[in-house]
């Protein structure tokens, strides 16, 4: 029997400042794969990425099935490092191919998330949209009308070890408070589509403030998106790509700015928050 699957799995970004571990979005840039029985294993791609079984997709398969009779060809236009969720797309993209060829029903998100270590990327990469995790558990809900978003992607990588190296193992009463009340704001705020109260919610003390050493030009950035006429800024899951949030009106205008803005370091894109997941097709 020949099976074959091809797997689309949308770019997520995580935290989005205040959501630390918790939140996450998915965003319109994908990666797919083709998973065929060859009776053969091999991967195929001109990405920069291994092509043994160390490659995560192939780990994700496996986590389910052994991939020794499947050929993987992949392709993708996420930036590969940056803070865009590639690592999550690709588990999510293996598992999805193993439960769907083998119909196993299997419970994906508490799978991706042993690979992962962490739900936010792995639950927007699946469920699309913008996810809550909770409990081992996530809640999406479609992204506001009317909200919009710009990626300023630097050419220079920020290491996730590094980046949670960056933080303390305690942190003082007060900058939890902080975030859990902004936390609950931004939440309130893409519940109800009310993009001021977005904006009010996008404040951060917890990890942003602490790894900004680690990408000082994106953390710059952050700071300065509101006088750019953003609603804001984030740094994307470890960084240093920075996530801008807009509403629908201003987007261009904040667009030709980040441009100026970002000459010679980074790279600045528009892409639009997503209500796809991860989609499997014969």
């Known amino acids: 029997m020949n099976r074959r699957r091809t797997v689309r799995v949308p770019a997520s970004s995580a ?9 996450g979005a998915a965003l319109d840039l994908h990666m797919e794969v083709d998973v065929v029985e060859t009776g053969q294993f091999a991967v195929h791609t001109d990405l920069r990425i291994a092509r043994d079984r160390r490659n995560l997709i192939v780990r994700g398969f496996q986590a389910l099935a052994p991939a020794d009779d499947f050929e993987f060809t992949i392709r993708s236009d996420i930036p590969l490092s940056g803070g865009l969720g590639t690592s999550a797309a690709a588990i999510v993209a293996g598992l999805a191919a193993a439960d769907s060829i083998f119909e196993l029903g299997a419970d994906v998100l508490a799978e991706a998330t042993k690979i992962e270590g962490h739900p936010d990327n792995v639950a927007a990469a699946l469920l699309g949209g913008f996810v809550l995790c909770v409990d081992g558990h996530a809640e999406r809900f479609d992204p506001p009308p009317g909200l919009e978003c710009l990626l300023v992607v630097p050419g220079q990588a920020v290491r ?59 953390w710059e950035l952050v700071q300065e998106a509101k006088a750019l006429g953003a609603l804001g800024a984030t740094i994307s899951g470890a960084g240093p790509t920075v996530l801008v949030w807009c509403d629908f009106e201003s987007s261009g205008v904040v667009a030709e700015r980040l441009h ?20 499997v097709r014969l």
């Open 260 to 279: 100026e803005h970002a000459d010679g370091w980074a790279d600045v894109h528009r892409v639009p928050f997503t209500p796809t997941g991860a989609e």
């Open 15 to 23: 935290n989005l400042g205040p959501g630390f571990d918790v939140m």
């Open 160 to 218: 996730t070890q590094k980046a949670r190296e960056a933080l303390p193992s305690r942190i003082p009463m007060s900058d939890a408070v902080f975030n859990i009340a902004h936390a609950s704001m931004l939440v309130l705020g893409l519940a109800r589509g009310d993009l001021g109260l977005v904006a009010r919610g996008l404040g951060d003390r917890l990890h942003q403030p602490r790894r900004a050493h680690l990408y000082p030009r994106s």
